[in-house]
Antibody
Framework: EVQLVESGGGVVRPGGSLRLSCAASGFTFDDYGMSWVRQAPGKGLEWVSGINWNGGSIGYADSVKGRFTISRDSAKNSLYLQMNSLRDEDTALYHC????????????????WGQGTMVAVSS | EIVMTQSPATLSVSPGERATLSCRASQSISSNLAWYQQKPGQALRLLIYDASTRATGIPARFSGSGSGTEFTLTISSLQSEDFAVYYCQQNNNWPLTFGGGTKVEIK
């Protein structure tokens, strides 16, 4: 079964750090681009960051640039998000998502999603 | 950054009726648009990519159309399981951006 399972969320004070993980299974992780997408309570979806199959292309939303770092480990079939200098507005459910493959070419439409891990930034 | 605007915010529809959801991009994104369905407690589901191609396993009652800046998701005959929130997303440029969502509720 193709699956993404996030972990690492929790409650953290403003200015603190947290590292999220996403364990991938059921597919060849190295073939796919991956992203983090978040959803604040009662709000819509916000793309946070993306990384291509080999880590050679990385992007961030302006709201997290300079504070968050995305990475991947092919040996562990895992995606990560290092979050530093956390703010109240970073409170959200963080989803890991797989970029689809269309005719062998990466398409940044997300065909597999995890259930998410909750991050709450509060003093 | 490309801004995606969805309308209406809420759509009240009776089962069996047609639902038409709109999505507008602030600049041309060609056909690089996806639609998703979100239900409470479930993982997000890709419905449509490349503006009009149904994802694997998506029923034929879901269809997408449009290009450039104007896009539409049509659900031809609403089933009980279709009442949910729907999001559009442009994948033409980074940063990727989503619309604010349309909630399809039972009338």
């Amino acid at each position: 079964e193709v699956q993404l399972v996030e972990s690492g969320g929790g409650v953290v004070r403003p200015g603190g750090s947290l590292r999220l993980s996403c364990a991938a299974s059921g597919f060849t992780f190295d073939d796919y681009g991956m992203s983090w997408v978040r959803q604040a309570p009662g709000k819509g979806l916000e793309w946070v960051s993306g990384i291509n199959w080999n880590g050679g292309s990385i992007g961030y939303a302006d709201s997290v640039k300079g504070r968050f770092t995305i990475s991947r480990d092919s040996a562990k079939n895992s995606l990560y998000l290092q979050m530093n200098s956390l703010r109240d507005e970073d409170t959200a459910l963080y989803h890991c998502a797989r970029a689809s493959m269309v005719r062998g070419i990466i398409s940044w439409a997300f065909d597999i999603w995890g259930q998410g891990t909750m991050v709450a930034v509060s003093s | 950054e490309i801004v995606m605007t969805q309308s209406p915010a809420t759509l009240s529809v009776s089962p069996g009726e047609r639902a038409t959801l709109s999505c507008r991009a602030s600049q041309s994104i060609s056909s690089n648009l996806a639609w998703y369905q979100q239900k409470p407690g479930q993982a997000l589901r890709l419905l449509i990519y490349d503006a009009s191609t149904r994802a694997t396993g998506i029923p034929a009652r879901f269809s997408g159309s449009g290009s450039g800046t104007e896009f539409t998701l049509t659900i031809s005959s609403l089933q009980s399981e279709d009442f949910a929130v729907y999001y559009c997303q442009q994948n033409n440029n980074w940063p990727l951006t989503f619309g604010g969502g349309t909630k399809v509720e039972i009338k």
